[in-house]
């Protein structure tokens, strides 16, 4: 199976895009043909900063080799050092209803926050088809908030096969029902957008201070809690085996749960999870040169890939004469 996913490098990555998408990826290396990027076109809707791009990208690919994707299995690399998928994102735009990219829940939030509706942040969903569709993509692992963009992807694909004959396999998202979303210190969506994330490689001070700052209820100590309702007992559920899970979720519903005990509980589990990860970016981060090259010779990889695609949609467009 064909697996499929990228990742914008937008800012300092957390654990909803760990559990939402970056493990899932790893784990795919192992059985399936893998395709990880990092998505440096998407990222620039919002950073508009030439160095910050670059330097988030290099973090982003340190990131992810640190956390365990390994090179020699899978094609990773940086999305505009494959620019075909703009060619293809041009040829699906005329496949893409504006009042479908109008619609996108994605597009209406970021215009909510502020963000100026200029036409990156609307065709953004175009770009992301043409990544999926170039490299023939099956599944897509993803968190919830990317549903939505994975419906247009179908669509898209749908309306060329449609028009030309067989061209393009439609993709399915994975979203991983026991996360679908994990949430953020306030008890919304974890988002770099909403400023209520937990780093993977925090510093250690920052990290216990952004734990204690976790929003919980006033319930006293001695009476009974619903777990399922409390932020806190959804974060530390992610780095519990499920009979940890069930036995803290029986002292929830008991009573006598401290909240600040499980903050700290939370705290080392979290330092503990990525203890491993933190040590092996530090190696990586001494030879950013390497890191370049294995991103370079992924893009060629994975052009490779990309090429057949690309000319069958060119000759059915009828773009080769
Ligand atoms: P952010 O919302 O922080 O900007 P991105 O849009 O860059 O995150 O998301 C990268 C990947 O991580 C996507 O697959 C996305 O679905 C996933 N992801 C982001 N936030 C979460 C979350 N809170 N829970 C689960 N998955 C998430
Ligand atoms: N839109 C995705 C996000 O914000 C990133 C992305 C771009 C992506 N292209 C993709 C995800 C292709 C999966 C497949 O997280």
Same mark, same amino acid.
Request: charge should be neutral; glycine fraction near 6%; charged fraction near 25%.
């Given at each position: 199976?064909?697996?499929?996913?990228?990742?914008?490098?937008?800012?300092?990555?957390?654990?909803?895009?760990?559990?939402?998408?970056?493990?899932?990826?790893?784990?795919?290396?192992?059985?399936?043909?893998?395709?990880?990027?990092?998505?440096?076109?998407?990222?620039?809707?919002?950073?508009?900063?030439?160095?910050?791009?670059?330097?988030?990208?290099?973090?982003?690919?340190?990131?992810?080799?640190?956390?365990?994707?390994?090179?020699?299995?899978?094609?990773?690399?940086?999305?505009?050092?494959?620019?075909?998928?703009?060619?293809?994102?041009?040829?699906?735009?005329?496949?893409?209803?504006?009042?479908?990219?109008?619609?996108?829940?994605?597009?209406?939030?970021?215009?909510?926050?502020?963000?100026?509706?200029?036409?990156?942040?609307?065709?953004?969903?175009?770009?992301?088809?043409?990544?999926?569709?170039?490299?023939?993509?099956?599944?897509?692992?993803?968190?919830?908030?990317?549903?939505?963009?994975?419906?247009?992807?179908?669509?898209?694909?749908?309306?060329?096969?449609?028009?030309?004959?067989?061209?393009?396999?439609?993709?399915?998202?994975?979203?991983?029902?026991?996360?679908?979303?994990?949430?953020?210190?306030?008890?919304?969506?974890?988002?770099?957008?909403?400023?209520?994330?937990?780093?993977?490689?925090? @510093?250690?001070?920052?990290? %216990? +201070?952004?734990?204690?700052?976790?929003?919980?209820? !006033?319930?006293?100590? *001695?009476? /009974?809690?619903?777990?399922?309702?409390?932020?806190?007992?959804?974060?530390?559920?992610?780095?519990?085996?499920?009979?940890?899970?069930?036995?803290?979720?029986?002292?929830?519903?008991?009573?006598?749960?401290?909240?600040?005990?499980?903050?700290?509980?939370?705290?080392?589990?979290?330092?503990?999870?990525?203890?491993?990860?933190?040590?092996?970016?530090?190696?990586?981060?001494? @030879?950013?040169?390497?890191? %370049? +090259?294995?991103?370079?010779?992924?893009?060629?990889? !994975?052009?490779?890939? *990309?090429? /057949?695609?690309?000319?069958?949609?060119?000759?059915?467009?009828?773009?080769?004469?």
């Amino acid at each position: 199976m064909r697996v499929l996913s990228g990742i914008q490098p937008s800012g300092d990555l957390h654990i909803g895009n760990y559990f939402g998408m970056m493990k899932p990826m790893i784990e795919y290396q192992e059985t399936s043909e893998l395709y990880c990027f990092i998505v440096n076109y998407h990222a620039m809707t919002s950073v508009l900063d030439g160095k910050k791009l670059a330097a988030g990208t290099l973090e982003v690919a340190v990131d992810f080799l640190a956390l365990g994707l390994d090179p020699e299995k899978v094609f990773f690399w940086v999305q505009s050092d494959v620019p075909e998928v703009t060619e293809l994102t041009w040829i699906l735009n005329n496949f893409t209803a504006v009042g479908l990219l109008l619609r996108s829940h994605s597009y209406k939030d970021k215009i909510q926050q502020g963000i100026a509706p200029n036409h990156g942040l609307l065709s953004y969903p175009v770009l992301m088809a043409a990544d999926i569709l170039l490299y023939q993509g099956e599944r897509v692992p993803v968190g919830k908030d990317q549903q939505q963009h994975l419906e247009i992807t179908r669509d898209i694909a749908f309306k060329f096969n449609s028009t030309f004959g067989e061209t393009f396999v439609i993709p399915e998202a994975e979203i991983n029902p026991n996360i679908p979303l994990v949430v953020g210190m306030d008890g919304r969506k974890m988002s770099k957008s909403y400023n209520n994330t937990l780093e993977i490689f925090c @510093d250690e001070k920052i990290l %216990r +201070d952004k734990i204690a700052r976790i929003v919980t209820d !006033a319930t006293p100590v *001695a009476d /009974p809690k619903d777990p399922d309702r409390c932020n806190l007992f959804i974060t530390i559920s992610l780095f519990l085996s499920p009979e940890e899970k069930e036995e803290l979720a029986h002292r929830y519903r008991k009573g006598g749960v401290k909240y600040s005990d499980v903050k700290k509980e939370l705290f080392a589990r979290m330092w503990e999870y990525f203890k491993p990860a933190r040590e092996k970016r530090k190696v990586l981060e001494k @030879d950013i040169g390497r890191i %370049r +090259d294995i991103l370079k010779a992924g893009a060629e990889k !994975a052009r490779a890939k *990309a090429a /057949p695609t690309l000319s069958l949609v060119r000759q059915r467009v009828g773009l080769d004469y």
